[in-house]
């Protein structure tokens, strides 16, 4: 089969790959519909984080169950599925918490490499939920951002505790952060603060549900929050960037007894101590455990409440995956849909 594999810094190729198959009973192997780039593919890509020889990638993914392990019970041939970017059992006391990212048994699917046309999905029990019927082609984008972005953005805004009369800002105008608007509108939040320098995303956030926007970043981001939040800050702060800088603009622009959910996968982060004990922030966040949401983020796209396949700003056929790369690298793109 085809698949895109990472063999150095700014050097992605797709190129041919051994066909996944059945390995442990309790696998699955899904044919892609369509897969797409992340943004944290951009750390490796950008030569920040180190990789050890060519690795295959992409870690989001849905498509067509073809071929199941004997012990696999929940899904079957033929359906059409989705599952998050950790594989787990959703049976241990871990993912019975609602911690699925954390699993005991969990296994990272971008050492898989989902940018391809097949997938082995280990845990299949635990890690796939089907779709009610095979989607048409225009709702397939919106259920593959289930798999990462729309469920890192909703645990995002679910670990700042975004809701009915709460003012929420968001760090970070990435598809996460753009999702962490629409998660935070239909939590209820009243007043959406989306930071933003980039005016096609501003306009994405305006349409998911952001009330303001703030084009200032750092120092002067968090002056500015403070300025629509009568000096206090916001109640809840969707961090979606993951460096040093985008972590404390989020723990600044939340007031004291406020949460921070932090998603943004962390970089070079060091907190403060003393600032951190004087702030009286909460903060919660980490790999989303993408899981728990999985069947009322489906259940939303269904019944076409929500519409997160608008990321998607950039379409290619799977053998241009390198343009997907390079495009969100230099910010031209939002989000490559990549179709096998
Ligand atoms: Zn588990």
Known sequence: MRGAVLHAPGDVRVEEREDPRILLPTDAVIRLSATCVCGSDLWPY?????????????????????????????????????????????????????????CIHRELMGALGAQAEYLRVPLADGTLV???????????????AVSDVLGTGWFGAVAAEAGPGKTVAVVGDGAVGL??????????????????????????????????????????????????????????????????????????STRPGGHVGYVGV????????????????????????????????????????????????LVLPLEQAAEGYKAMDERRAIKALLHP
């Not at 101590?273 to 796209?301: M, T």
């Open 179 to 252: 999702l962490g608007v629409l998660a935070a509108k239909q939590l209820g939040a009243d007043r959406i603060i989306a930071m933003s320098r980039h005016e096609p995303r501003q306009k994405l956030a305006i349409a998911y549900g952001a009330t303001d926007i703030v084009s200032q970043r750092g120092d002067e981001g968090v002056a500015r929050i403070k300025d629509l939040t009568n000096g206090l800050g916001a109640h809840s702060v969707i961090e979606a960037v993951g460096t040093q800088e985008s972590m404390m603009q989020a723990i600044r």
């Open 46 to 102: 950008r030569g920040i984080e180190k990789i050890t020889g060519p690795s295959p990638m992409g870690h989001e993914y849905v498509g067509i169950v073809e071929e199941v392990g004997s012990d696999v019970r929940n899904v079957q041939p033929g359906q059409f599925v989705v599952g998050s970017f950790f594989a787990s059992d959703n049976t241990c006391e871990i993912c019975r918490a609602g911690y699925q990212s954390s």
């Open 130 to 144: 089907a779709t009610p019927d095979v989607p048409s082609d225009d709702l397939v984008p919106s259920v593959l």
């Open 266 to 313: 962390a970089h070079g982060v060091e907190l403060p101590g003393e600032e951190l004990f004087f702030s009286h922030v909460h903060l919660h966040g980490g790999p989303a455990p993408v899981r728990r949401f999985l069947p009322e983020l489906i259940d939303l796209i269904w019944n076409r409440q929500i519409d997160p396949g608008m990321v998607y700003d």
